[in-house]
């Protein structure tokens, strides 16, 4: 399966201040990245569909301004997560789609947001 | 639209003990059924996946699912459980749109020794 990095695994930030996470795709080009978003004990959560050289599309409910999402070339996607407040402490999870529509996922990076 | 439902949030079994996690979908095609596991803090391994074919596949970890259309189900088993197998387990199924995932609520295995 495909490899999927993300960095940093985790992050402690004040309130108010922007935080921006890396998802790198390994061993291919990935022209689509995903990204989620998950609670303690709680499922995953598609954010958005990161789409190299293009917008990324939101999920309904997803504030575009709050989570920023670039994917500027065929291995990287970013999310930055802006003006962050505590509620938005989580653990968020990126994938790519390799071969026949499979998600392989990253780590996943754990912010808290004091 | 597409829903996935994994009726045990969490089950315990004896290591070495047979091991079915069971998920039920609903989708109006013939879907692509996934499993994935999920270590405390870490993401998510895929397990195994049905695509088309044998309706009984095999996974890593000595891991199968069995795709039933008829009950609409894709449950997880394992012959003998080990303690590493404890973990959180999701089913999903591919909606067919943008290979977007829908995924089950989950259910946590606990291995006791």
């Known amino acids: 399966g495909a490899v999927v990095s993300q960095h940093p695994s985790w992050v402690i930030c004040k309130s108010g201040t922007s935080v921006k996470i890396e998802c790198r795709s390994l061993?291919?080009?990935?022209?689509?990245m995903f990204w989620y978003r998950q609670f303690p004990k709680q499922s995953l959560m598609l954010m958005a569909t990161?789409?190299?050289?293009?917008?990324?599309?939101?999920e309904q409910g997803v504030e575009k301004d709050k989570f920023l999402i670039n994917h500027a070339s065929l291995t990287l996607s970013t999310l930055t997560v802006t003006s962050a407040h505590p509620e938005d402490s989580s653990f968020y999870i990126c994938?790519?789609?390799?071969?026949?529509?499979?998600?392989?996922f990253g780590p996943g990076t754990r912010l808290l947001v004091l | 639209a597409q829903s996935v439902t994994q009726p045990d949030i969490h089950i315990t079994v004896s290591e070495g003990a047979s091991l079915e996690l069971r998920c039920n979908y609903s989708?109006?095609?013939?879907?692509?059924l996934f499993w994935y596991v999920q270590s405390p803090g870490q993401g998510l391994q895929l397990l195994l996946k049905?695509?088309?074919?044998?309706?009984l596949v095999q996974g890593i970890k000595g891991f199968e699912a069995e795709f039933k259309r008829s009950q609409s189900s894709f449950n997880l088993r394992k012959p003998s459980v080990h303690w590493s197998d404890a973990a959180e387990y999701f089913c999903?199924?591919?909606?067919?749109?943008?290979?977007?995932?829908?995924f089950g609520t989950g259910t946590r295995l606990q291995v006791t020794l």
């Open positions: 994938s790519t789609v390799s071969g026949k529509e499979t998600q392989y």
């Open positions: 049905y695509f088309s074919g044998d309706t």
């Open positions: 989708y109006g095609a013939t879907p692509y």
């Open positions: 061993d291919f080009q990935a022209t689509t």
């Open positions: 999903a199924v591919h909606t067919g749109t943008a290979s977007k995932l829908t």
């Open positions: 990161s789409n190299e050289g293009s917008k990324a599309t939101y």
